[in-house]
């Protein structure tokens, strides 16, 4: 883990409105995470864990307070500078997989590559190591419906490591799975964030996930509780 | 290429959806083809017809004579201005008319009719009134006595092939010229303003009844193509140098046949307009629908980076694909529509004899012929209605928060 922060969160405060009440999503977090940890962000549902998650991926804006990614502050973005921050330095595994469905597995997986204008040679060799790393060889060409709800979550951890991004933030990633599937998955994350330190952010709920996280954030209406260092 | 790819693939996921608005697409373009060629078709019969019989490509006049149609205003010495456009359009047929307005009697009735002068060999070349000869025959170019008329003069006047009938006019000076005439053919147009008040006489006997020297109303130029027209006009206005003289293309010349197909052009074309906005509506329902099952994909693909610009290029991307699958079978299908209207055409002679439009006596059998000029520009119109009907599903997504669209359910 090196010194500097690959996420710098100050007083951050998240407020939606629903009709007439207004829900405190987040309520003053500050949290650093270091570049290449392993980090759980754990807590009851409604405890503010996806929303932080959410404001860290500049998928949603904070109401205050700041945000601050590889040193740019994400709240003060456009839509057009999130997007080429997502882009350019995070990756996304999300709880139902979201892949696209017309797409087979390496075009799912080149798809960020594309994004970023990778040639196509370059970006099929690319996509194709990274699903073999996933251990979906031989995979490739099928599409999301052909595969299990385990190999599309590979598919969804091949195309957010693919671009080789700072962060990989995930949200309830093993929440879809069986008991074997979600812990091979883990099993998966934990070694490419050993081989290739990777940083990982998880919310969620996950035993499993927690036991393997080097890091444990415990989250409780909208505010960091506990947090534990392995 | 990948997002071309996108394209095609999400529109075959509603394989049945996507065909519909394919044949909604392609049967519009099609009969758009059709209807215009038919149209086309029409048009070209028409303007072939009027330019044949009431001006050529390019006329030349006495200065004025277009706006008053004043008999006495002739070109003089045509003979020799003839002979200037013969040399200078060597593959062009040049003719010359005199037309002159007066009464033709018979020994029982008389009738007001318009006699075209004209040169009967360099006429029959241009316009199919020889072929519509039903009794007796055409003109002979040295024939100074004989004279053709339509058929229901003919009856009017009470005569037979070989009776005597004269012409008087007063065509320029004071006096009134006669002129006798034999009888030598009959023909059937079928318009009445042509069969019952034209008769045609050889050019020299009409030139009889002035007092100038070798006059014609008009000298006309016959090409083999339209498409020559205006270089031919130019070359023409500077090889005409005469003074009194003006040199005018068929579309000022027969001003009011020119504005009805233009009018009538742009009628139709207004009405495909409205049908092809009909069918882009066909085209937003099926890229709005295919847009809003795939929220929650969008969501993810921003999330991911994807920028909402690209993102409606994807959907403009499902319009241009849609757009374009459909122009080709639309063409396909409209050639294949259109080729029995050419070979075969359309017979409405049991609606009648004969119709006439502008002045124009048009054939009851009607042919259509391929607009070649328009065919490349159909599929850009399949193409063009299909993208902007994917206007409104592109602005849409570009308006989706990434965080409310994973949300979607």
Redesign the interface.
Known sequence: MTSSPIVTVRDLHRHYQQGEITVKALRGVDLDIGRGEFTALMGASGSGKTTLL?MI?G??SPTSGTVLVDGQDVGAMD??RK??L???KI??V?QSY??????SAV?NT???L???GVG?KERRDKAMAVLQQVGLGGMEHRRPREMSGGQQQRVAVA?AIASEPALVLADEPTANLDSQTGHDLIQLMQKLNDELGLTFVFATHDPKVKDAAHRVVWMEDGQVQQDERK | MLLLKLATRNLLRNTRRTLITMAGISLGLAMMMGSNNLAFGSHQDMLRTAIGLLAGHVVVQAEGYQEENDAELVVTDSTAVAEQLRQAFPDASVGRRLLVDGLITSPTNARGAALRGVEPSAEAKVIDLDDKVIEGEWLADDDDRGILMGEEMVDALGIEIGDKVVFMAQPDGDEVQSKLFRLRGIYRTGSPEIDGYIAIVPLQAAQGLYQAKDPATQIAVHLDSDRQTLPTWERATQVVTADGLEVLPWQKAIPDVYEFVKLDSAYSDGIWFVLGLIVAMGVVNTVLMSVLERVREFGVMMAVGLKPLKLALMVLAEGLVLGMASAVIGVGLGLLLSWPLVVYGIDMSSMGESMETAGVPLSMHMYAEIDWARLFVYPFIGIGFSVLASLYPAWKVTRLSPIEAIQHQ
């Open positions: 959410n991926g998928l949603d839509r057009g997007s080429d997502r882009l350019d990756g996304f999300f979201n892949l696209i469905p017309v797409l075009e080149e798809f960020v594309m994004l970023r196509k195309r």
